[in-house]
Each structure stands twice: as structure tokens, then as C-alpha cells.
């Protein structure tokens, strides 16, 4: 390639890899200034606007403004000499003359052509696409138009069950719709990136959080006089909807090539070499309007990986674009969704290894060579977590552990599983986006001293794309740190640059009370889902104030916004406190009559107490007011707080009992009640060794013995179940409750979020031993800080649900509709169950 002349490359598309083009192009010319490469870029863009993020579009209907999602401003254009036109596509291309022409006739010749004219929405062709209230998916203009007409529309549905579609379909909950459908040709969900079995625990998940889901539907006719107001379906059957979303797929915009005499694809495509040439080698295609190796590639990764190439060749470098691997993670409508390797392959061509939790909406495949040896690929529905560790062992070929389930289950000793990511090959690609490798981030932590995630982004552009890698790369961190012999700080997110630990100490000192207050004296932006419950547990856990006062219920769980759980079919529960299952025969009376008034459903819990579901959301603080009356308080069923302090009958009546369990039952869940912490906490106490309440199950067990009582602490009953461990034996009554009030302040300042108390002590070095000698010897010296702190805790306590009965503000905000009150919601419907009548699935 001659350097010695100015080149002119004219880019056509300004997306997400159109703009990445560019900048690839201006840093590679950085790099390498002494080539003297001499430049010349147009970009000709077809939206009114400069490139923004496609990847993250739905996040406009959860408050992001269009300037928001751009990638970067006009003035960049301007400041690197690219000559930028926007809302003037390209028309023709003159491929002997070396020439573009644009909508408004601006003629610019070029060296080398870039294609990068993306994808357009596929809209099936049925009767009546063209009336008023049908949208497609695809750009700014798209949500600012449905954002106007869904002003007047009610219920609404979506063409596509695949990535974008449900992606639109959150879009309409997000709208307001009091309807929101998803109908799907396909007999299932997704069916490109997941199987039959986590299609249907996903479509249970999205009917649970409100979407109505239509299978092997075929639509015949959008029905309506110039507006929708239906679809008439080829099996006869007609759903009614005045609004529709066609988001059925893509169609790569070739058109321009194929009129410049370029090979395509009869179903769509620019058909390109390895090098990404087109069938003239001085014009290139690349992203979702390139066919590469017979494919489209409809990630935004490979799309940037073809972007890398291409600049690589116009800087006289040698790359290939290589088959991409089309492993992906997203959150659809608060479900994780992910799938990486091939996650279809079936037995006898591999061994096959799933795990399904209905409960708790979670499944997970992962397919494994015949010799046990590898991972092939696999499935994750509701809980991703292990995703990009998944993903890293698939694609490097990394040799499993002797138990090939650990990877989706956790080791038996609460470790990670595998050699986690300091095993992987320093080849290993960790940010596909951008192609950064594991030994580019660790040379940058080792050599240049960037030990955050901001400051790698800042270095090496990794998290900047889908931000999928940053799990990774924060674990990445902490392992060259750990290897260094640095100490290694855990920060929330990138809004706030501290531990948990270490906020939860300057909110203390600084006396901070909210989440905006908090946010502007330690932190930056605007705050995201990760560090407002994390905040918002802070604060309940520091001052136990009502967490819908002061602002404080939008930062919070959904469940503590309502201070009930949500539930199927869009009700809610009802938990009254019954302190170590000790109730009295009116008090049952009561519930009974609650119950039956407000036809709930109801349940004796795991517990020790009495759940009543189905209640409407407007019923419920009348259904709270009646049971204060009666003497009940909020059981904190819905809250990261203490739940139950179970107990069997102790020496009240058995004549195994050798202390009275019910008394100091009643006495521990009436001192700890309503005590928020980092995960809920559950206690119990049995009156002799048989250990009918299951004491070592709980975060914290009491044990009676003749002498007194035995205290265990950090069993958990959770996902990976342990026993508690004995942390002091044949104490009396007041030296348990201030060992529990020490242990359990310890466990509130220093554990991480959303953890439960034993993989808190499974990761605190020295372990128990180490624990023991915090709360019972008092090495530290801080035992009389935390008796004084749970104690002022525990004095300024009140019944949450006894405040928002009694303050008309909080009162109000417990209304399905803000402009009829006392109207219930609709779509909540009932079916008799043994008797009792329960809440209907979502059809």
C-alpha cells in the first residue's frame, strides 16, 4: 500500500460499527504515526443524528435521552477532520469512477469504500402493515414515535419472540400498556439462542412479570379502519390491540451494492471474502449488512471485529475476519438470558447436564465432550452468573474439573469451580467487542497501574461496548492484584469508587439519610440497579428508618416498594409477625376473617407463620389496618431482613424440652425485628438436642442444653445449603442475645451485598476461629460498638405497615391506578384451588 498519498475512504453508514470504524482508523493512525498514512474520511449517515448505541435502545423508555446514547457528539467528527453528513444517505455508487452520490447530490470520490449500511427491520408481508399504530423497532425516531402514540393506547403486542422482540415488548411495559403481548410464529421463545426447556421456564418468567405470550401464531390480517385495532391470526382466532410492534427479524440493507453490480445473497447479504472485500477489492461491507462465511452476523461484537480488519488492511496489515462466536448474555425484561457455544448439541454427541429450579425461575444446560474433558456449550435462564467463565472454558478448550456440574452448581466448599479466570491462556479474549485479551488487561493492572474498570475502559476501550466482560474484568483485576501482593478493594459499581464497607462507614460519619444525598457527596452520574438497593440496604441497615420515607422507594427491591412480595398473577402477600410461631386463638380468628373477607389464599409457612396471597394491591393497606388493630406487626416477609425465629415447644410442653424454647424465641424475633441486612436472616430455637427447629439450618440457631444454650451461626438455607457452625456453647439468656446482637452488627458492617451469612464466613479468612474470637473474645475491641449500635437500632424501630396506614402520603402510593383509586386491577383473575382460590397464571 503506497503511503505517500493522501487516501479518500468514504464510509456509508453511520451505526454502531460504522463509528467504530472511524475510531479504530484514528487510533491505529495514532499508533503508528511515524507510516506518515495521510487521510481522508467522509461518512454519509442516513438517521438525522450521529451514531448511538443500538445495543442498549430500550433504555430510552427507562429514562435516557437520545444524547444519552450517543456514541459520540458531532463535534468529535469536526475535531478529527471526518467530513460527516447526516439525513443524507447514499444513493449510488460509480464504481469506475470511484465516486458516491448522496440524497442531496454531494459527489465524493474515494480510494477505499466501506459498506456499513447495517440492517433493516423484516416486516412480514400481511394485510394491513401500513395503518396508523404499527411501528417497527429499530431506530431513535421509532421510540419517539411510539412513545407519542402509546398516549392513547391500551394494549399492545409484538411480532417476535426472538432477542429484539422481546426487547420491544418491555418497550411496551415500560409505555404504560395495561396489555402487553408477544406473539411468535415459532412454538417457542427465542428459539435461535435457547432450547424447549428454557424456552418455557423464560416464557413462565415474562408471563409472571405481566407479558401475555402467543406461540405457533401465524398472522393472517392487522385488522382496523386506518387504525389497528386487532390481529386476525391464520387459525381463526383475533386479538385485540391498538398498538403492534413488528420486530420479526432483520434484512441486511444491500441494496446499494447489489446496484453497483456487487455480489449479494439471493436471501440478503453482501457477500464478502476473509479479508471482507467485496467482489471488488477497493470496497469493503462490514456488520450486519456483510455475508461472511455464509452468515450474517447480528452481534455488535463481530460487527466491531470486522471494523478491526478492515482497518488492519487500509493500514497495510494482514487480518482475517475468522468465524465469530455468537455467545451472548442480556437481561430481557429482568431475566438473564444467555447461551454460548453450541447449546443445542444433543446425546450421544455429547453428555448433557441441567439443573431446573421452577421456584426460583432458573435453569441451566451445559453440554460436555463424551470424555468429560470440555465444555461444548450450553444454557442459562434466570441466573447467568457464571456466564463468562462459561464462556472463556468453552472457547479456550479448558480442561474441566473432575465434577462438571460444579460449574453451573458451585463447589461443595463454597470455592470457585475451575481455575477461575488467572487460569485462562493469556490468548484468552475476554472483551470480544473491542478484542481485548486477558494478557493486554493484565499488562495494563501489572505494568501501567490502571486498577479499575474505569481506567481499563479508559485505556483499552474493554466494558465500552455490551459491557457482558465487566464481571471478568473486575475478577481480573483482583486476581493480578492478589498475585502482586496488593490489597484488593471490592467497589460497588462505577458510581460510587468505594467498598461496601467503606460507604457504609462515610454514610454513617456524614449522616446521610437518602440515596440522592449519598449519591452527590460520594458518588457519580445517576446511580444504576446495582448500587441503589445497595444504598438503599445501607441506609435501612444504618438508621432503620421507613424505606418509603424521604424518597427512599424508588432505590428500593420491588418487593420493599409495596412492603409485600409480589406474586403470580399479579397479586400481592400478606406476612403478619408471629413471634416464634406463638399465636393466640383470636389472633387466628382475626386472619381467618381477613382472609375471608378479602378472599385470600392461605398457607401455614416454613416459617412458623401464616401467609395469606391474592391480595390486590389497593386492598392492601385495609388488610394491614385491621390486623394492627388486632395486634399483628409487618413480618418483614418482603424485606432483606429478619424473617422468622422458628421454635419448637421446649419445655412449655415436651418432656424432652430442657429449656423453654417458645419464651426465648418470642424474646429473639421480638429484639431483631424489622433489622435490615446485606441478605435476609432467619433464625430458630430448639429445646433440646433433637433439634425439632432445625436451629443449624438458620443464620443464626439457638440450641438449649442444661447448662443454657449453645449458639450456632451462618447456616444457610439457600441455594447451597450448609450447616451453622458452633460458635459458643452453655451460655446464658443475656450473654446469647449480646453475643447474637455482636455477631449480627459484624455480619451487617462487613459483609458484601446481597450475601448470605455463610458464604460470608466461608470467605473470611481465619473462618470461624477467626469470627470466634471477633464477637466472643472481643479481639478487636469493638464488641461494646456493636452491642450500642444494634441497641440503637432496635430503639427507633416502628411497623412499617402501621406507618403507612397512618400517614395519608404513604397511603396513597398503594393505588393500581393513580387516577381511579379505588379501582382494582383488571387483568387479576381467580380459579379455585383445594378449596381455597388462587391467583390465575397469566395467559
Known amino acids: 500500500?503506497?503511503?505517500?498519498?493522501?487516501?479518500?475512504?468514504?464510509?456509508?453508514?453511520?451505526?454502531?460499527?460504522?463509528?467504530?470504524?472511524?475510531?479504530?482508523?484514528?487510533?491505529?493512525?495514532?499508533?503508528?504515526?511515524?507510516?506518515?498514512?495521510?487521510?481522508?474520511?467522509?461518512?454519509?449517515?442516513?438517521?438525522?443524528?450521529?451514531?448511538?448505541?443500538?445495543?442498549?435502545?430500550?433504555?430510552?423508555?427507562?429514562?435516557?435521552?437520545?444524547?444519552?446514547?450517543?456514541?459520540?457528539?458531532?463535534?468529535?467528527?469536526?475535531?478529527?477532520?471526518?467530513?460527516?453528513?447526516?439525513?443524507?444517505?447514499?444513493?449510488?455508487?460509480?464504481?469506475?469512477?470511484?465516486?458516491?452520490?448522496?440524497?442531496?447530490?454531494?459527489?465524493?470520490?474515494?480510494?477505499?469504500?466501506?459498506?456499513?449500511?447495517?440492517?433493516?427491520?423484516?416486516?412480514?408481508?400481511?394485510?394491513?402493515?401500513?395503518?396508523?399504530?404499527?411501528?417497527?423497532?429499530?431506530?431513535?425516531?421509532?421510540?419517539?414515535?411510539?412513545?407519542?402514540?402509546?398516549?392513547?393506547?391500551?394494549?399492545?403486542?409484538?411480532?417476535?419472540?426472538?432477542?429484539?422482540?422481546?426487547?420491544?415488548?418491555k418497550a411496551l411495559l415500560d409505555l404504560g400498556m395495561s396489555e402487553a403481548h408477544v406473539v411468535e410464529f415459532a412454538p417457542r421463545l427465542m428459539p435461535r439462542q435457547i432450547d424447549a426447556a428454557g424456552s418455557d421456564l423464560l416464557q413462565n418468567q415474562l408471563e409472571e412479570l405481566g407479558l401475555h405470550v402467543h406461540l405457533s401464531k401465524s398472522t393472517r390480517e392487522i385488522t382496523g379502519e386506518g387504525c389497528i385495532n386487532g390481529l386476525q391470526f391464520e387459525d381463526g382466532e383475533k386479538l385485540d390491540v391498538d398498538m403492534l410492534v413488528i420486530s420479526a427479524g432483520i434484512r441486511p440493507r444491500d441494496e446499494l451494492a447489489r446496484h453497483a453490480g456487487l455480489e449479494t445473497h439471493p436471501r440478503g447479504g453482501i457477500v464478502v471474502n476473509e479479508r471482507l472485500q467485496t467482489t471488488d477489492p477497493t470496497i469493503y461491507a462490514i456488520g450486519e449488512c456483510a455475508l461472511a462465511h455464509h452468515m450474517i452476523y447480528g452481534l455488535v461484537a463481530p460487527g466491531y471485529e470486522m471494523a478491526d480488519v478492515v482497518v488492519t488492511q487500509l493500514m497495510g496489515g494482514e487480518k482475517e475476519f475468522k468465524p465469530y462466536d455468537m455467545s451472548t448474555k442480556l437481561k430481557l425484561i429482568g431475566v438473564d438470558v444467555a447461551s454460548f457455544g453450541d447449546p443445542f448439541i444433543?446425546?450421544?454427541a455429547c453428555r448433557t447436564i441441567r439443573y431446573e429450579n421452577k421456584a426460583k425461575g432458573v435453569y441451566k444446560r451445559i453440554n460436555i465432550s463424551e470424555d468429560g474433558k470440555h465444555l461444548l456449550g450450553g444454557i442459562l435462564i434466570g441466573d447467568a452468573e457464571q456466564y463468562n467463565m462459561l464462556l472463556q472454558t468453552c472457547k479456550n478448550k479448558t480442561v474441566l474439573p473432575p465434577d462438571a456440574e460444579d460449574l453451573i452448581l458451585g463447589s461443595r466448599g463454597g470455592e470457585e469451580a475451575g481455575a477461575g479466570v488467572m487460569g485462562l491462556p493469556d490468548e484468552a479474549l475476554i472483551c470480544s467487542c473491542e478484542a481485548i485479551t486477558k494478557q493486554m488487561l493484565c499488562h495494563e493492572v501489572e505494568v501501567n497501574g490502571q486498577t479499575t474498570v474505569?481506567?481499563?475502559?479508559?485505556?483499552?476501550?474493554?466494558?465500552?461496548?455490551?459491557?457482558?466482560?465487566?464481571?471478568?474484568?473486575?475478577d481480573l483485576i483482583q486476581g493480578v492484584m492478589k498475585a502482586q501482593g496488593l490489597y484488593v478493594r471490592n467497589i460497588i459499581c462505577e458510581h460510587f469508587d468505594y467498598s461496601r464497607q467503606e460507604l457504609l462507614d462515610l454514610v454513617k460519619m456524614n449522616d446521610l439519610r437518602t440515596y440522592n444525598t449519598v449519591l452527590d457527596q460520594f458518588g457519580t452520574g445517576d446511580g444504576c440497579e446495582t448500587c441503589k438497593p445497595v444504598v438503599a440496604s445501607l441506609l435501612a441497615s444504618l438508621w432503620n428508618e421507613n424505606v418509603l420515607e424521604k424518597g427512599r422507594a424508588p432505590v428500593q427491591d420491588s418487593n420493599d416498594r409495596f412492603l409485600a412480595n409480589i406474586q403470580k398473577g399479579g397479586t400481592y402477600s400478606?406476612?403478619?409477625?408471629?413471634?416464634?410461631?406463638?399465636?393466640?386463638?383470636?389472633?387466628?380468628?382475626?386472619?381467618?376473617?381477613?382472609?375471608?373477607?378479602?378472599?385470600?389464599?392461605?398457607?401455614?409457612?416454613?416459617?412458623?407463620?401464616?401467609?395469606?396471597?391474592?391480595?390486590h394491591l389497593g386492598d392492601l393497606p385495609d388488610i394491614w389496618?385491621?390486623?394492627?388493630?388486632?395486634?399483628?406487626?409487618?413480618?418483614?416477609?418482603?424485606?432483606?431482613?429478619?424473617?422468622?425465629?422458628?421454635?419448637?415447644?421446649?419445655?412449655?410442653?415436651?418432656?424432652?424440652?430442657?429449656?423453654?424454647?417458645?419464651?426465648?424465641?418470642?424474646?429473639?424475633?421480638?429484639?431483631?425485628?424489622?433489622?435490615?441486612?446485606?441478605?435476609?436472616?432467619?433464625s430458630a430455637v430448639s429445646g433440646c438436642t433433637r433439634e425439632c427447629a432445625e436451629a443449624q439450618s438458620k443464620d443464626f440457631g439457638i440450641i438449649a442444653t442444661e447448662k443454657g444454650w449453645n449458639l450456632y451461626v451462618c447456616g444457610n438455607g439457600g441455594t447451597k445449603p450448609q450447616h451453622a457452625q458452633l460458635l459458643v456453647t452453655d451460655?446464658?439468656?443475656?450473654?446469647?442475645?449480646?453475643?447474637?446482637?455482636?455477631?449480627?452488627?459484624?455480619?451487617?458492617?462487613?459483609?458484601?451485598?446481597?450475601?448470605?451469612?455463610?458464604?460470608?464466613?466461608?470467605?473470611?479468612?481465619?473462618?470461624?476461629?477467626?469470627?470466634?474470637?471477633?464477637?466472643?473474645?472481643?479481639?478487636?475491641?469493638?464488641?461494646?460498638?456493636?452491642?450500642?449500635?444494634?441497641?440503637?437500632?432496635?430503639?427507633?424501630?416502628?411497623?412499617?405497615w402501621k406507618k403507612v396506614v397512618e400517614t395519608p402520603e404513604l397511603r396513597k402510593q398503594f393505588t393500581h391506578f393513580v387516577n381511579a383509586p379505588a379501582k382494582k386491577d383488571p387483568t387479576v383473575a381467580f380459579e379455585e384451588l383445594r378449596g381455597q382460590k388462587r391467583a390465575k397464571e397469566w395467559a
Open 454 to 474: 474505569d481506567a481499563l475502559k479508559k485505556s483499552t476501550k474493554a466494558c465500552t461496548g455490551c459491557g457482558g466482560c465487566t464481571p471478568l474484568v473486575k
Open 731 to 800: 451460655v446464658d439468656d443475656e450473654t446469647c442475645i449480646k453475643l447474637i446482637d455482636r455477631f449480627l452488627m459484624f455480619y451487617i458492617k462487613t459483609a458484601e451485598p446481597l450475601m448470605r451469612t455463610a458464604p460470608w464466613l466461608n470467605k473470611m479468612e481465619g473462618g470461624i476461629a477467626y469470627l470466634k474470637a471477633v464477637v466472643v473474645d472481643d479481639v478487636l475491641g469493638i464488641a461494646e460498638e456493636l452491642e450500642h449500635e444494634m441497641q440503637a437500632l432496635i430503639n427507633v424501630y416502628e411497623c412499617e
Open 346 to 348: 444433543e446425546e450421544p
Open 1 to 169: 500500500m503506497n503511503t505517500n498519498k493522501t487516501k479518500h475512504i468514504v464510509v456509508v453508514g453511520n451505526g454502531m460499527v460504522g463509528y467504530k470504524f472511524c475510531e479504530k482508523l484514528l487510533g491505529r493512525i495514532e499508533s503508528q504515526a511515524e507510516s506518515h498514512f495521510e487521510y481522508n474520511v467522509t461518512v454519509f449517515g442516513e438517521e438525522p443524528r450521529a451514531a448511538y448505541d443500538r445495543v442498549h435502545l430500550s433504555s430510552y423508555f427507562d429514562g435516557k435521552s437520545a444524547d444519552d446514547l450517543l456514541l459520540a457528539p458531532v463535534s468529535w467528527y469536526e475535531e478529527n477532520a471526518i467530513s460527516l453528513y447526516l439525513s443524507d444517505p447514499v444513493v449510488a455508487i460509480d464504481r469506475e469512477a470511484r465516486t458516491v452520490r448522496s440524497h442531496h447530490g454531494h459527489v465524493v470520490n474515494y480510494d477505499y469504500l466501506v459498506l456499513a449500511t447495517g440492517s433493516g427491520a423484516f416486516v412480514p408481508p400481511i394485510s394491513g402493515v401500513e395503518k396508523e399504530g404499527v411501528f417497527v423497532y429499530r431506530t431513535i425516531e421509532d421510540l419517539e414515535m411510539m412513545d407519542s402514540y402509546a398516549k392513547r393506547a391500551r394494549k399492545g403486542a409484538v411480532i417476535g419472540g426472538g432477542l429484539l422482540g422481546l426487547e420491544a415488548a
Open 625 to 682: 389496618e385491621e390486623l394492627i388493630v388486632a395486634g399483628f406487626e409487618s413480618g418483614h416477609a418482603y424485606g432483606k431482613a429478619l424473617r422468622t425465629v422458628k421454635s419448637c415447644v421446649g419445655t412449655t410442653w415436651c418432656r424432652y424440652g430442657v429449656q423453654d424454647a417458645v419464651s426465648f424465641a418470642v424474646r429473639v424475633e421480638n429484639r431483631y425485628k424489622g433489622l435490615r441486612s446485606p441478605h435476609k436472616l432467619k
Open 574 to 615: 400478606v406476612v403478619p409477625r408471629i413471634p416464634g410461631g406463638e399465636i393466640t386463638p383470636e389472633k387466628l380468628i382475626v386472619i381467618g376473617a381477613v382472609a375471608q373477607k378479602y378472599g385470600l389464599y392461605t398457607k401455614i409457612t416454613g416459617g412458623q407463620r401464616i401467609d395469606m396471597f391474592g391480595a
